[in-house]
């Protein structure tokens, strides 16, 4: 009778355990719980991940060593005759942002310092434009998508409160579920997408600052190669 009982319990252990194992919650379950709101958090996410692969190629392809692309520079102007034009050539088949701010200085050559200078800030202020370009975007995707995630709180904590209404007090946890989860949901992805959409706007925004910063010292040592010739001539 003993190992009647025995074999009974574990019949109905592993019974439970199978009621549980077919009542696992997959990740497209919670999505649909968490309501109508995960479709812009969800387009949210897609647009966060898309302007980070996007930004983290540019400004990693836009990263050169300024030492050595000056040294070139400076040998072709040194040249003689025909440097310039060699310089300007080089410049478009290097296609980085500071090549292009050098070559605006280049095609500058013989006019006032002034104008050498006027003409790499202009095409500086464009290159560091088209650096932060969409980061905006991540900035907005990391404030918003928090906000949706309480605003499905708000909107799940209301039907849940309407579903108490509407059985005048007579309720059970499972009839409160529904509106629980797509509170509960809503935040945790809302506040998932701004963390990741904040963190790595963070970061780019570091590695562009830094390319900002290459980008003006190289603008500043090529203006001193040019005034350099002149500052021995007066010595």
Aim: net charge negative; glycine share 8%; aromatic share 10%.
């Amino acid at each position: 009778m003993h190992l009647l009982l025995i074999f009974l319990q574990d019949t109905a252990s592993v019974d439970s355990l199978m009621a549980m194992q077919e009542e696992t919650v997959t990740f497209f379950d919670l999505l649909i719980e968490g309501g109508v709101l995960m479709i812009p958090i969800f387009l949210l996410f897609a647009i966060s991940v898309y302007v980070i692969v996007e930004r983290w190629s540019a400004v990693t392809r836009s990263h050169v060593q300024p030492e050595k692309f000056l040294s070139t520079i400076e040998s072709m102007l040194k040249s003689g005759k025909g440097g310039a034009a060699n310089a300007m050539d080089y410049c478009d088949d290097f296609d980085k942002p500071i090549a292009r701010i050098i070559k605006a200085g280049i095609k500058r050559l013989g006019r006032p310092i002034r104008d050498i200078e006027d003409a790499i800030d202009n095409a500086g202020k464009k290159e560091i434009f088209f650096l932060e370009k969409r980061m905006n975007w991540l900035a907005t995707v990391a404030g918003v998508a928090p906000l949706l995630g309480f605003t499905g709180t708000v909107t799940g904590m209301i039907e849940a409160f309407m579903d108490i209404q509407s059985l005048q007090g007579n309720v059970n946890p499972s009839v409160l579920a529904g509106g629980i989860w797509e509170a509960l949901i809503t935040t945790a992805a809302g506040l998932i997408v701004g963390l990741i959409a904040y963190g790595f706007y963070n970061f780019l925004l570091g590695k562009i600052n830094r390319s900002i910063f290459e980008l003006e010292n190289a603008s500043a040592d090529f203006l001193d190669l040019l005034q350099s010739p002149a500052k021995k001539e007066n010595n």
